[in-house]
Each structure stands twice: as C-alpha cells, then as structure tokens.
C-alpha cells in the first residue's frame, strides 16, 4: 500500500475559520428554510439558491473580500447542491478514488497515490448526509438503524 501523502497541510482551527463556519452554517440554514418554504423546481433550484443567498448574505450586512464570499458561496452551494466538502475532489478529472474515513480523514487517489487531503466535514452528522445524499438514487438505506 502506498504511503498517504499530504495534498495540502491541514490550517490549523483559528477564529476567522471558526466564524466562516457558523457564517456558512448560518447561510445553509436560511437558505434551506426559504427553500421549504417555498420550494422551487428542480431546473430552478441552482438559480434560486444564488439569489437567496445574496439575499441572505446582504441582510447579514458583512463586506467579505469578493473572493473568501465567492468561495463561500460554493460551499454553500456545493453541500445544497452536490456533495458538500468533496464536490471539487468528485469534479476534479485526475482523481480516481475519494475516501471520507471521518469528518477529518479524508483521502483521494491520484496517479496511484493515496494522499490525505485537507479537506474537512463540520462532524460525523454531515458526512452522514451526503453520504445519504449519495446513496439515495441508489435505492439504498444506512444500515445503522436511523
């Protein structure tokens, strides 16, 4: 087996990260509850999504660099939308393989490689959601019982 090599050194937890984070969660929770309330069609659903969160960001009245509200806004997107935190392993072409071993143990394959990525899950519960979101179309449940 090959050794895991480091994709990119891990960022230490700081406080800037700590409230991106409850910025994001904050902005997946309004932008979700808007949905239900309102659901849009499926075609509509990325576009919609765009403009509730720039909704929602300009009621939050924060002035974000242009590019930490752009990346901000696709992860946002990209765990309403596709498979949270992987997504751009999942769409990058030189990657075989994505392994989530937990919410911090995340690998990918490339070139034969196992590299360990810096990517993260918020917890245990949100790997568990895309990994519903991932088997879903496939017919299949979790077998723990939920």
């Given at each position: 087996m090959n050794t895991?090599?480091?994709?990119?050194?891990?960022?230490?937890?700081?406080?800037?990260?700590t409230e991106l984070a409850k910025l994001k969660s904050f902005l997946i929770g309004s932008v979700t509850?808007?949905?239900?309330?309102?659901?849009?069609?499926?075609?509509?659903?990325?576009?919609?999504i765009q403009d509730l969160l720039t909704k929602v960001y300009q009621q939050t009245h924060l002035n974000l660099?242009?590019?930490?509200?752009?990346?901000l806004f696709r992860d946002v997107q990209d765990d309403l939308l596709g498979y949270g935190p992987i997504?751009?392993?999942?769409?990058?072409?030189?990657?075989?393989e994505v392994m989530v071993n937990g919410p911090k143990n995340v690998y990918i394959e490339r070139r034969g490689k196992l590299i360990k990525t810096n990517v993260t899950f918020v917890d245990d519960a949100h790997v568990m959601r895309i990994i519903d979101r991932i088997v879903?179309?496939?017919g299949r449940r979790e077998r723990s019982g939920r």
């Amino acid at each position: 087996m090959n050794t895991p090599q480091r994709l990119q050194p891990a960022q230490p937890a700081n406080p800037q990260s700590t409230e991106l984070a409850k910025l994001k969660s904050f902005l997946i929770g309004s932008v979700t509850r808007e949905m239900e309330a309102n659901p849009p069609s499926i075609q509509d659903r990325p576009r919609s999504i765009q403009d509730l969160l720039t909704k929602v960001y300009q009621q939050t009245h924060l002035n974000l660099p242009d590019s930490l509200r752009q990346q901000l806004f696709r992860d946002v997107q990209d765990d309403l939308l596709g498979y949270g935190p992987i997504q751009p392993l999942l769409d990058d072409a030189d990657i075989t393989e994505v392994m989530v071993n937990g919410p911090k143990n995340v690998y990918i394959e490339r070139r034969g490689k196992l590299i360990k990525t810096n990517v993260t899950f918020v917890d245990d519960a949100h790997v568990m959601r895309i990994i519903d979101r991932i088997v879903l179309p496939l017919g299949r449940r979790e077998r723990s019982g939920r």
